[in-house]
């Protein structure tokens, strides 16, 4: 049995449609066995026999979508893929926190990835890197400037549209650990 996390793009946790507890059902009606969700941010832990991850977040997104009016974007990862990212240690010494965000941007498995990486003149932004095998950008975001969309997230979102998720790196742990749990 293969252990999952969905990033699930676009949840709002006041619309009852998207509370956790309705997004879980969706996974159990789907077979899938440990659900469990992570945070009110969409980020739901399961287990599944099936290895196709572009199938299932095909699948996931249409009962998300058919069931719950959910329009957003499903994106999956591996426990192993998550697990060797926070292996990796990319933001070695720094610290999340309330001004600085550590954050991984995912992108789907059919989005092309970067040839190279945007160029950094963004003063609210430190691009860390891009993580092949995890398929996400690393960054380090100055969020101490209220209502200011760093350029980089600017440039996600044009470049790759709703092929994308981001999360704090927190979260990340966070579900790592509740597959792992």
Known sequence: MNAYAALLRGIMPSNP???????????????????ASVLASGNIVFRSPDTDVPELEQRIQQALSTELGIG?????RSHEELRALLDADPF??????????LIATFLKDNAKPPKTLP???DPLTRIVGYDKAARAFLAVIDNSVPG???DFMAWLDKTYGKDITTRTWLTIERIVKKIEA
Request: aromatic share 8%.
């Open 72 to 76: 957003g974007g499903t994106i999956i």
């Open 92 to 101: 070695t010494g720094l610290k999340h926190g309330r001004g600085t965000y």
């Open 17 to 35: 449609n998207m509370s956790n507890a309705k997004l879980r059902s969706v996974f159990e009606s789907l077979g899938f066995d440990d659900v």
């Open 148 to 150: 200011k969309t760093p």
């Open 119 to 121: 160029e950094q003149p």
